[in-house]
């Protein structure tokens, strides 16, 4: 069966240190694959796209890989802050007509100071 | 632009009772997209529309579930009658076209009781 699995339900790591959130999927052959962030109470907010022959991409502190051999996605925060505290998204995209974005349930994320 | 707004933020309804969701999406986007979130699945997409017309319907739970579209401003999401498993936070989000990212409203949270 389709299946996206996103590492541990929560991650907790502390000030200045390096996240690193995966996104494992079974069966499903994306085109892109983009994450988001989400708050408590409100709604997921777009952070990165990747495409399939991307293998990596950078904005400010965030850094995403793709790898289609291993099927997975790993999102990097480095020198985490307490305010990148958050549940992250990862949302896989088939690249097909007619397909809309599949999303993983999250990982939560809590930087300590 | 205010971005994607959903009302009513929170709905308690009894079972059995008729349930409407409202959605304005952001000026311009061609795409509208009703996800629900639960703990337990996460976030499932149950319909998507492009220029007012439902494209995928095959997340929609059953008959009780319906969605319009009338034109490129409002949207809503009808629950008849609403049972207790329906209770779940209930996203929209619009596009400007299919390969783009996703803007979130900040979601109804419904309890049926």
């Known amino acids: 069966s389709q299946k996206i699995e996103q590492n541990s339900e929560a991650l907790n790591i502390q000030e200045g240190k390096t996240a690193t959130l995966t996104c494992n999927y079974t069966?499903?052959?994306?085109?892109?694959l983009q994450w988001y962030r989400q708050d408590p109470g409100r709604g997921p907010v777009f952070l990165l796209l990747?495409?399939?022959?991307?293998k990596e991409k950078r904005k400010e502190r965030l850094k995403v890989t793709f790898d289609t051999t291993l099927k997975q996605s790993l999102f990097h925060i480095t020198a985490s802050q307490p305010a990148d505290s958050a549940t992250y998204l990862c949302?896989?995209?088939?690249?097909?007509?007619?397909?809309?974005?599949?999303f993983g349930k999250g990982t939560t994320l809590s930087v300590s100071s | 632009d205010a971005g994607v707004i959903q009302s009513p933020r929170h709905e308690v309804t009894e079972m059995g009772q008729e349930v409407t969701l409202r959605c304005k999406p952001i000026?311009?986007?061609?795409?509208l997209f009703w996800y629900r979130q639960t703990m337990m699945r996460g976030l499932e997409l149950l319909i998507y529309?492009?220029?007012?017309?439902?494209?995928?319907d095959s997340g929609m739970p059953e008959d009780r579930f319906s969605a319009k579209m009338p034109n490129a401003s409002f949207s809503t999401l009808k629950i008849q009658p609403s049972e207790p498993r329906d209770s779940a936070v209930y996203f929209c989000?619009?596009?400007?076209?299919?390969?783009?990212?996703?803007?979130f409203g900040s979601g109804t949270q419904l309890s049926v009781l």
């Open positions: 989000a619009s596009s400007l076209g299919f390969r783009e990212k996703l803007f």
């Open positions: 069966n499903y052959s994306p085109a892109y």
């Open positions: 990747i495409r399939e022959n991307e």
């Open positions: 949302a896989l995209d088939m690249g097909q007509a007619g397909t809309a974005l599949i």
């Open positions: 000026s311009g986007h061609d795409y």
């Open positions: 529309f492009n220029n007012n017309v439902p494209i995928d």
